[in-house]
């Protein structure tokens, strides 16, 4: 658990190199849960020389918390972290902003990678990387789960280019600051986050 404790700590969801960071904690648990059914299996079958005994039993329940860690981790693995070159550029623009990190939204039809987004108010602005995103599934999606959260009339915008999402970014400062609500959409928002 302290181990737990020590990464959530440094990496809480929408911090910068959140994918990153999780994707190695991820493996490192499944791992090391492996490991330890293994070596219960090999500790029994070395003092019984026989399959048929109580540690066996428990390296087989053991490897119940090792497959749901394996699938978290092959999870992550398909995502990696916003470009440090992108996150710079972004984080200079974004100061005063509510920001998250990292986002990966997932949906019965697909998941939605956006490296960035910002909240002020009722406005959330997004950056991804990928050239073909569904900027209308997403927005749909999301809309959906922000209205079903009692969040009215939030407008979602995912930009493509990064010199267009900088500039969205200064505009977004000029905006009226309502911190409830933004505290509000952004607790939505990772609550449905990868």
């Known amino acids: 658990m302290q181990i737990k404790r020590l990464f959530t700590t440094y990496n809480a969801k929408g911090t910068e190199r959140y994918l990153d ?3 190695k904690y991820e493996i490192t648990r499944t791992l090391l849960y492996f490991g330890i059914s293994a070596a219960l ?3 029994g079958y070395l003092q ?3 399959r048929i005994n109580l540690l066996t039993v428990a390296a087989i329940l053991g490897c119940l918390p090792a497959s749901k860690s394996a699938v978290s981790a092959i999870m992550f693995l398909r995502f990696h972290s916003c470009p440090p070159e992108y996150a710079e550029q972004i984080r200079e623009h974004s100061r005063g902003l509510t920001v998250l990190f990292d986002c990966v939204f997932t949906s019965y039809k697909r ?3 956006v490296s960035h987004l910002a909240v002020r108010g009722n406005t959330v602005c997004g950056f991804s990387e990928d050239a073909d995103f569904p900027e209308n ?3 749909k999606h999301i809309g959906n789960i ?3 959260d009692g969040h009215k009339e939030v407008s979602v915008k995912v930009f493509i280019g990064l010199p267009k999402y900088l500039e969205r970014l200064d505009q977004m400062k000029s905006l009226e600051e309502e911190e409830a609500k933004t505290s509000a959409v952004i607790e939505t928002l990772k609550s449905v986050m990868l």
Request: aromatic share 16%; hydrophobic share 45%.
């Open 21 to 23: 960071i999780q994707k």
């Open 41 to 43: 299996f090999i500790a």
């Open 48 to 50: 019984t020389k026989s």
């Open 111 to 113: 998941n939605f990678r």
């Open 137 to 139: 599934d997403f927005n």
């Open 146 to 148: 922000l209205k079903l």
